[in-house]
């Protein structure tokens, strides 16, 4: 047997090596391991007004700055004791799909070398290029701005969108749900186009608990979220592994999350599974139900603004900040994502804590490596698509 130590995986978010070991070209098992400097947020916060908080939260991350954003507002107006009106409600979620299909069409420039055949990286850049800007666009023109939209406030939306603005709306996501559409059922359906690895992929299958509390927004009565426990990857180590790697274990600069005591898939595939009925538990199956999520959540889009009443208040008139303690929970573009806030007897953040979904999807890349060929190893976090720059928000403080 042999270690392969310190495979730096790249095309992903942020900063992490697979370490595997190995019987042949066969793997035994994987620790996907997170280096990136622990960024501190949740200490950032403490003594904070909220309102600031969700200007903050939205920086844990440039990809997924929306649902952080929203996530947060859900916390705090639980903690407060408000609800915002439903129009506020029903055009943050657009913002909060938008950012998802947003993160989703990124992803897909990631794994194209892994997925499709050489000859059709051109014309597939082209599409997804023209997506992104299409759904950027959407962003900016309901959340004000394509990344960090400072539309998302405590009480549901700063303002609403103009009825002159909805025909410009409207075309855009035709654009969009036309650009998608080719792209999934054009290209990536279609087998004659795709790579050997993709084959590969489809005899792996990957059998985990899986956990969602939405398929479009987030609900913290879907899950128990007292259930969900942050551990170090140390603790869940379950084979023999050398003093050198136990040491380079040691210094992860993330944590993992465990729902139940157990290790659970969230995500695309988790939420399609939950709350569509979705058939498929290979490692390819985690990359289909992505892309088929992109065209049901633009389907969402199209319901959210034949049913949103523009004219409607979309923020709650008073927003009294007192003590308190809330739970948001927020189905961002790689699964289950959690904040947790109390309020001291100003209103100001007397403590934070976030689980983000890459955190439960730690240990679960370490699972799906098993059994397969070295050579595939490097492709199979990608499959996660994982956020460190979210993973690493945890800080510990010693005085």
Not at 38 to 58: D, I, Q, T, W
Not at 273 to 278: A, E, N, V
Not at 286 to 310: T, W
Request: proline share 5%.
């Amino acid at each position: 047997m042999s270690v392969t130590v310190g495979e730096r995986i790249t095309r992903i978010g942020g900063e992490a090596k697979l370490y595997i070991r190995c019987d042949g070209d066969t793997v035994l098992y994987g620790l996907f391991i997170c280096e990136a400097p622990v960024r501190g947020f949740e200490k950032l916060l403490v003594g904070k007004n909220p309102f600031f908080a969700v200007e903050a939260s939205m920086r844990i991350c440039g990809i997924c700055h929306t649902s952080h954003g929203i996530a947060c507002c859900e916390a705090i107006e639980h903690a407060i004791g408000i609800y915002p009106p439903r129009d506020g409600l029903l055009l943050r979620e657009a913002c909060g799909i938008l950012n998802r299909i947003q993160s989703h069409i990124l992803h897909q420039f990631l794994i194209l070398n892994d997925f499709f055949k050489k000859g059709f990286k051109k014309i597939l850049l082209k599409n997804l290029f023209k997506a992104l800007e299409f759904c950027n666009r959407l962003l900016s023109r309901i959340g004000g701005a394509p990344t960090h939209p400072p539309n998302i406030t405590i009480g549901g939306l700063m303002k609403g969108v103009p009825e002159a603005r909805m025909g410009d709306i409207q075309r855009d996501l035709g654009e969009l749900e036309k650009l998608v559409r080719e792209y999934v059922r054009e290209f990536f359906l279609d087998d004659d186009k795709l790579s050997n690895k993709v084959d590969i992929l489809r005899e792996y299958n990957l059998e985990l608990g899986k956990v969602a509390s939405h398929m479009f927004y987030g609900d913290r009565f879907n899950i128990n979220v007292e259930e969900v426990s942050v551990v170090h990857p140390m603790d869940l180590i379950e084979n023999p592994i050398s003093e050198e790697l136990r040491g380079i274990l040691a210094k992860s600069s993330a944590l993992c999350a465990l729902y139940r005591g157990k290790k659970v898939e969230v995500g695309p595939r988790s939420r399609m599974t939950i709350y569509r009925g979705f058939k498929g538990s290979t490692l390819y199956d985690l990359q289909r139900a992505r892309v088929l999520e992109m065209e049901l959540n633009i389907e969402r889009l199209k319901e959210i603004f034949n049913e949103v009443d523009l004219s409607a208040p979309v923020r709650t008139g008073e927003i009294p900040l007192r003590k308190g303690s809330g739970i948001g929970v927020f189905e961002a573009p790689r699964g289950t994502l959690i904040h947790k806030v109390k309020l001291d007897d100003t209103g100001h953040i007397e403590s934070y804590k976030v689980i983000v979904p890459t955190m439960f999807n730690i240990p679960v890349i370490g699972e799906a490596v098993r059994g397969i060929p070295k050579s595939m190893a490097s492709v199979i976090p990608r499959l996660f698509d994982p956020c460190i720059p979210c993973a690493v928000h945890m800080v510990e403080v010693r005085t």
